[in-house]
């Protein structure tokens, strides 16, 4: 099968494009997807230059890609990635075979990945990621879990529905976990990525009213998607928006405006974070935190029924994909270069193999 192989950390010439690669067999519990389309995330990026390794301090996509390069803590739970891996946590496909013990009805669904696994076993491998901790979506097929594999009814093209899985799951567990609801006010960083304008959409859903920090020129395609307000990245948010104004913040940047995010909130806000672009060492005053009874939530794994309920909403239309631009696979390096310039809104998409008919 065609597949892009991630042969170890380093930079862009660490993905190799091949036409020969076997492709996977399932086995007992599992299901084999054909892949129509993949989607680029900063998680593909973050394994690749082994930014998940504590001793890196810089921002996402800096120069840790060499520094990094023999990393044993890269993996995304804190294990070292074994070489080579096929990357991609979103993945949109049909089920085309399946392994010992799974009905022969499922041949043929047309599905979404859940990009999150969860197994038994102990603590360290209870939980993983399609991409990461097994081979992923950026080939023409992959072997997940059955329950990964998640029936999806939609007229959507597979590029459309591609990008959903990893930003939007992101995106709700942070919003579910510090109960985001109607007719609070949230502010929402990185709200033109895919994380961030997925938490918009998401945010809006549930009726909430949203502070939305990109650059001025996506203000226009954020307030389309429902954000009240949009605010320039080198905002003061102090002076934009007083002190203790805000009931929750829904961060994927981290850096140096950590502590602003905190000073913003109300007496009992909730902070949640999935993602440190901008940097993942921050300042924090514990006085802050403790004296306004603050909430602050680290957000990874979301609750089980998170990713159905996600489905859900596609098939029901209320949520809608943002695709900034396709590529095919073997331009997966190209991709991922236009993916760190942060200058989409929304997701870059790869067409893995001839799209799916419409449900």
């Not at 001793?55 to 070292?80: C, K, P």
């Not at 979506?137 to 029936?151: G, K």
């Not at 709700?172 to 502010?187: P, Q």
Request: hydrophobic share 45%; net charge neutral.
């Amino acid at each position: 099968m065609r597949a892009v192989l991630l042969t170890g950390h380093g930079g862009f010439e660490r993905l190799e494009y091949r036409e020969d690669v076997p492709a996977p067999i399932p086995a007992a519990g599992e299901v084999l997807a054909r892949i129509g389309a993949a989607a680029v995330n900063n998680t593909d990026i973050n394994a690749r230059t082994g930014w998940y390794s504590k001793s890196v301090r810089e921002a996402t996509g800096g120069s840790n890609a060499q520094t990094n390069a023999n990393a044993e803590d890269a993996g995304w739970t804190g294990a070292a990635i074994p070489f080579p891996r096929i990357q991609g946590a979103d993945g949109c496909g049909e089920i085309v075979a399946v392994g010992p013990g799974i009905a022969r009805t499922r041949i043929g669904a047309r599905v979404l990945l859940d990009p999150v696994l969860r197994g038994g076993g102990t603590a360290a491998n209870r939980f993983g990621y399609i991409g990461t901790d097994r081979d992923g979506c950026f080939a023409e097929f992959a072997v997940v879990p059955d329950a990964n594999a998640c029936r999806v009814d939609s007229r959507l093209s597979d590029i459309e529905l591609a990008s959903f899985p990893c930003s939007y799951t992101a995106a709700e567990n942070m919003l579910a976990r510090v109960a985001v609801g109607a007719r609070e006010t949230v502010v929402i960083t990185g709200a033109s990525g895919g994380v961030g304008s997925a938490a918009v959409q998401l945010a809006h859903r549930r009726g909430a009213s949203i502070i939305a920090i990109a650059s001025n020129d996506k203000a226009a395609a954020l307030r389309a998607l429902g954000a009240g307000r949009v605010l320039p990245r080198d905002a003061n948010l102090l002076a934009e928006l007083g002190a203790e104004s805000i009931d929750a913040v829904i961060d994927c940047v981290g850096g140096a405006q950590f502590s602003s995010y905190l000073q913003i909130l109300r007496r009992t806000g909730r902070y949640a974070v999935a993602g440190a672009i901008a940097g993942p060492i921050v300042e924090l005053d514990l006085r802050t935190l403790y004296l306004k009874d603050l909430t602050l939530s680290g957000c990874t794994i979301p609750a089980a029924g998170l990713f159905a309920d996600l489905i859900g909403y596609i098939e029901r239309g209320e949520i809608k994909p943002l695709v900034a631009k396709t590529y095919v696979l073997r331009d997966l390096a190209a991709a991922q270069q236009e993916f760190l310039t942060k200058q989409h809104v929304g997701k870059i998409v790869l067409s893995v193999a001839p799209a799916s008919p419409a449900c």
